[in-house]
């Protein structure tokens, strides 16, 4: 639900920064996916890139590089994370 809010809400949007930090900390609670070999691990990397992109629209370019870093570590493919991670780049400049 946390993620939905995201594509509805405002840039600086306190309340759906923090829903965002809540959905990391809920995946990083539950610890590694039990996912099968060749099946999707879907959430935890699109919910660190989605709390990257809310720290970059805040302007946090280094809170956004960290969280989005982060998502590459779980999905060094992931593109929309490879993207951000150069914007956020350039803005920490």
Do not use: K, M, N
């Not at 995201?6 to 990391?24: F, K, N, Q, T």
């Not at 039990?34 to 660190?48: C, M, S, T």
């Amino acid at each position: 639900a946390a993620l939905c809010v995201h594509e509805r809400s405002a840039p600086g949007d306190a309340p759906a920064l923090e829903r965002l930090r809540e959905v990391v900390r809920a995946f990083e609670a539950a610890g590694p996916a039990r996912v099968g070999p060749g099946e999707p691990d879907w959430g935890q990397a699109e919910a660190l890139t989605l709390l990257g992109q809310r720290y970059l629209e805040s302007g946090q370019a280094l809170a956004a590089r960290d969280a989005i870093e982060r998502a590459l570590v779980l999905a060094p493919d992931y593109r929309a994370a490879q993207d951000l991670l150069e914007q956020a780049a350039r803005r920490a400049q």
